[in-house]
């Protein structure tokens, strides 16, 4: 009977019903019949109001379980591309926005579309549409190497579709394709690295703030805003940003060859409209996705492949840890419950 010292509305009321017909049973001797008739009644409403709540309890916990499970489900199946489409077709990845890790346009998700779109019997030709201001360049070199790997082994051609923006690490990508197509108001281009912060020490100074930075290490700390700056550490990170754009200008004029119409500016990290852009040799012609698809590749069905962070995907991410605890909780408390 431990279970009836739950302060619950109806082991309240039973509690307070036995120890009322208790007093009178006391007062008079034996209790009546009906008194403890009316007791036995309560104490097991008691007990079986409660139950009803525990189970009640149980089913909502078992129901998150459910509705987290089903969300990861639902994430695995939206985010998959088509495994095997027979029929002739145009195959798209988009990349589209920062070009990031953990971003939807990020070397994890990109590469994996790609495959699945190389791989597709039924795919003609794989499209790069491409509508992205730059990022990483190590995300872009992850993806521009993937894409020369597959173009290698399955024999198929690659052209990149540019919308409002190819720039920086984007175009890294598109140089890959076989082919560039861009509207003649797109911006191309943006070919060099920049590693970008601020300084706040002369603002600290005039604040009377000291800062008090401990390091093992003469450099560990030479991009912490708040100290100063050594011409030595500042030469180190432009030796640095001159390799990593070397790497870029050796990727692009590998990827355009002799189309390249070379101009000083050309690497200076100027952008350009899509037209200067094919005047300049950094594209080859314009055009959009329904026209590559229809008079280049001669397959004007076109089948998306680009893996996607879903909605689900996104909830499962936010809400997955503390789900997943609950769940955990309602797992353990169910053989308890029978």
């Avoid at 009321?13 to 036995?40: C, I, K, M």
């Avoid at 730059?134 to 024999?155: T, W």
């Avoid at 080859?284 to 008079?295: M, W």
Wanted: charged residues 25%.
């Amino acid at each position: 009977m431990n279970d009836l010292n739950h302060t619950d509305p109806a082991t309240h009321d039973a509690a307070q019903a036995f120890d009322a017909v208790s007093a009178r049973a006391s007062d008079g001797g034996n209790a009546p019949g009906w008194e403890r008739t009316t007791l036995e009644k309560l104490a097991f409403a008691a007990l079986e109001e409660q139950k009803s709540a525990r189970r009640w309890k149980t089913f909502i916990r078992l129901s998150w379980l459910v509705f987290f499970i089903a969300l990861v489900g639902l994430a695995m199946v939206r985010g998959a591309a088509p495994s095997d489409v027979s029929s002739p077709h145009t195959a798209v990845v988009e990349i589209k926005g920062e070009i990031a890790s953990g971003a939807d346009a990020s070397a994890e998700f990109i590469n994996a579309a790609l495959r699945s779109a190389f791989e597709d019997s039924g795919s003609k030709a794989v499209v790069l549409l491409i509508n992205s201001p730059g990022g990483s360049p190590v995300q872009a070199g992850m993806m521009n190497d993937e894409i020369l790997r597959l173009k290698a082994l399955h024999k198929k051609p690659v052209y990149a579709v540019v919308e409002e923006s190819c720039a920086s690490a984007a175009y890294y990508i598109a140089v890959s394709a076989d082919k560039i197509y861009v509207d003649k108001a797109s911006i191309v281009g943006s070919i060099g690295v920049l590693m970008d912060g601020f300084g706040f020490t002369g603002l600290m100074d005039k604040l009377g703030v000291e800062r008090r930075l401990l390091t093992a290490g003469e450099n560990k700390g030479f991009l912490d805003p708040f100290s100063p700056q050594t011409e030595k550490q500042r030469a180190y990170a432009q030796t640095m940003l001159n390799q990593i754009h070397q790497q870029f200008i050796a990727v692009v004029k590998e990827g355009r060859g002799d189309r390249l119409k070379e101009t000083p500016d050309m690497f200076s990290g100027l952008f350009w409209s899509g037209q200067q852009a094919v005047e300049l040799g950094l594209a080859d012609e314009l055009g959009n996705l329904d026209y590559v698809a229809r008079e280049v590749v001669k397959a004007e069905d076109i089948i998306d492949y680009t893996r996607r962070d879903n909605v689900a995907e996104r909830l499962a991410k936010k809400f997955g840890a503390a789900m997943g605890a609950g769940a955990m909780k309602a797992f353990q408390a169910v053989p308890a419950l029978h």
